[in-house]
């Protein structure tokens, strides 16, 4: 049976026909329906897990006893795990255990375009590169296989077009599997004595798996007679399809670590050009140049962004792929992402930047604070971080400072990794102001449940991480918990933590408008009372619009959560129906 | 030959229903199907494309400039970001309805006068007020299935084919909604 799935859901489905047991993941674009699609399959143990080091923990732990294992992540999500992934790759446990990791090029959802390929060398990892969802099911029950035959952890590598591209997919049967029982293997504990001998090991493997290489099924070559070759992998070898075709010869690396250098050297003999093309470093181009290979490749190809097929065709055919097109219209106002109407984050930043702070920032939907007309966030850099910078800048500045600064960070994001900067701040006597906007969900990566939402990935109910308490726990005593949408009330209380010379914690709470079950009543209109004050377009509401001084509120696209009408200092802003 | 639609609005407004309905549909035909959607941070209002290709043999997931057969627009300021791939010969379809990004919204840009005229000097445009065709239908949401049906007119496969890949896409609650807003689209004539 053939059935259409998105890449990740293939990347699922390879994982439940190969009889995966535990899938562990956190959440994270382009990655995320990996993990959400296990859910399908009843058997499997599937969880989100914090961060991606526990969920790659877990997965490990997993593989430890016996059981075929997965965790999820997108490329960033890899620097989060490295720390257990590159000894994991020296015990090799014995489950089959399988890293996917979703690569961003273009950036599309991601605040940097790193190529995980170099965690594959760095860490002696083999890693598999799939081209299309078909690949993506293949070659993910693949991986399992290979784990077990090499005694390695193995990568799966996907970026943002395999990912979220579907294509048709031909389904079989799972694999029925038990874990054997598990027994103690001391020479696992990781100690030098032990670690000396299993890095041997892990150089032995990597002699095994280069000779594999050279003559597994997962690397391809496709003759076309040829005088021009090109040498590529992943969806760049779909873009080089769609803009060669048959008029080049082809060897596309399914396997992407380690590299085969004979099949390299074979392919290239006697043609008069080698292209390389790959996203996005010159991953493969240098390792054909340490082949003494003379390949084309960044001099033609960019190091930035994405590939597609014109781009191709113009650098190896030197002419476009479409011969006419329809003139394009120029000079276009461009839409960027915003906060959606209601979105509870709307409120803070529009206090945050009447109030001209400092904002240290984080990852997630209020990310979209940093834009115009809320402009308020300074900058940010990768998941948790809002809180240790802070922290660093009142070092730097002095401590007055730290009343001019404050860190925002989502609810999953704090348990994910915000919570340690927190217990710096409160052990190293700092006195900085952290703003927790809890909205009851993982917004930004599309409503993943997390461990303050009660509910399990399954949506079964279970312990909920308590913000208020866990922050006193670890030495917080100014702890303060405030509606986004009563600004003044917002607003005090921040000038009171602000001002206080020791750590407070305020949590803004109020659940994400698109969750299911928050409903607002009516929607909101702009009466006659209206001074033109402009008060209400400060808050960046998609739903409100001003045409030649006169203010209103689109009916379709308000939702009624009505932060409008509380910051109207005229009272001009009314529900539908009221008066 | 590859066929490629390229469906474009703005993050909320239903692209992806539309390509998976597409998808069912193309697949039901016998034909090889690849379509590339949007995930994450543009859902969030920004500009949202998704592509779908077919035929005997696809490659690439992605429609480029020049590639497109049609251009099915929710939105006018993003039907106009997409003119440009559509083929010489290609046809825009075009929900009239304005949404004003950020940028107009905030005052530093204005949205654009005479999309429309422009774009129906450029290449064969059909426009269609889908809004109301979908609040006639029950629902503002079902724009894009209205677009649908607009598209349906202008391409060979029987409605038959259409209904069944909305019935088989289409979560059962909204499924009479979706196809009397298909039925409307279909009805729709615009030339
Ligand atoms: C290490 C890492 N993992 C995952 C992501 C993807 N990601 C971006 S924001 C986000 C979560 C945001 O959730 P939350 O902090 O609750 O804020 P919200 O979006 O709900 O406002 C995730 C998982 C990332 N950028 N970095």
Redesign the interface.
Known sequence: MKE?L?GNAAVARGAYEAGVRVVSSYPG??S??ITENMVRYADVDVEWAPNEKVAAEVAIGASLANARAMSCMKHVGLNVMADPVFTASYLAPPGGLVFCVADDPGM??SQNEQDSRHYARASKILMLEPS?AAECKAFTKEAFSLSETFHTPVFVRLST?VS?????VSLEEPEVRQPAPYVKDATRVAVPVNSRKMHIAVEKRLEDLRAFAEDCALNRVERHGSRIGVITSGISY??A??ALGDAVDYLKLGMVYPLPSRLIQDFAKGLDKVYVIEELDPYLEEHCRTLGIPVIGKEAFSLIGEY???MIAQAVLGK??????????EA?????????AGCPHRGVFYVLHKMGLHVAGDIG?YT?GA???LNSMDFNVCMGASIGTAFGMVKAQGRAFGQKVVSVIGDSTFIHSGITGLIDIVYNRGNNTVLILDNSTTG???HQDNPTTGKTIRGVPTKQVDLELLCRAIGVDRISIVDPFQVKELEKTLREELQADEPSVIIVQRPCALLKGVRYEGRYQVTDDCRRCGQC?KL?C?A???KDGIVSISP??CIGCGLCANVCPFGAIVKEGSR | MTGNIMIVG???QGTLLTS?IL??LL?SQGL????????????????VITYVRYGEK?????I????ADYVLAFEQ??A??A??????D?CLLVNTQK??????????????EG?LA??QK??RTLCVDA?SLAEQAGS?KCVNVVMLGVLARQMKFSVDAWTQAIRTTVPEKFLAMNEKAFALGLQYSAE
């Open positions: 259409l998105l674009t382009p995320t329906e599309h959802s299309d077009r979220h591209s579907q294509a048709l779909m873009y399809r769609e597609n097929a014109d476009p792929l479409a011969k006419e097109k329809t003139e394009p219209m276009l106002p461009v839409r960027p992402p915003v906060m959606c939907c979209l834009n115009a007309p930004m990566t599309g377009m960046g998609p409100i619009t001003r379709i696209q | 703005v993050g909320g998976r998808g069912t697949l090889d199907v690849k379509l590339s959607e949007v995930h994450g941070m543009s859902q969030r209002g920004g500009s696809v490659y690439s997931p992605i480029e400039a020049g590639q300021l993003e106009a970001r003119v440009g791939y559509l083929r010489k290609g949404l004003e990004p950020m940028p107009v919204i905030t005052g530093a840009m204005a949205y654009p999309l422009s774009m450029r290449c809004l503002a």
